[in-house]
């Protein structure tokens, strides 16, 4: 049993296909307060705020899985959009390009500690206008970093992949699950 500390469905919803016992739990952290332009150090740092933060408000009676994404195109961390506006700019962004989600992930209990920086790197070929519309009119896109979703809008677009399709859910259930059954 251990708590997720994320509002994620979609961690969660990885969790579950892989039969891991949780507690999805929230914890208050600010990553808009983070000052940090290089990408793997932004979600790096977030996911650290976010493990403190959660160790703080429960302890670590139950250990605690904390992961923050990013997504980046043209070296640019591409944040969770505001509005329709900014999912689409967003979007535009990623349409037939090179776009790499990388997702950090913690895991800690009162004896150990599991730190995971990973990336997957996708070639979207130009993703078609009327289809990035609906997409946007769908509000799927909310609470997605780049509002990419990789399982959903971008999957057909995909022209290349490297790294696991987990990480780029937001959480790399690959590298979690072997050390989990070694801890």
Known sequence: MLL??????????????????FTQVGCDFDEEALDHSIPKNFVYHAAMGKMRACEAKYGLQTPILCADTVVTAHGKILRKARDGEDARRLLRMQSGSDVSIITCMVYKSEKKMFIDLSDTVYRFAPFDEQALERYIESGEWRDKAGACMVEGFCKPYIESVRGYESCAMGLTVEKLVPWLESA
């Open 4 to 21: 997720l500390g994320s509002s994620s469905q979609t961690r969660a919803k990885i969790l579950r296909e892989h039969g891991i016992d």
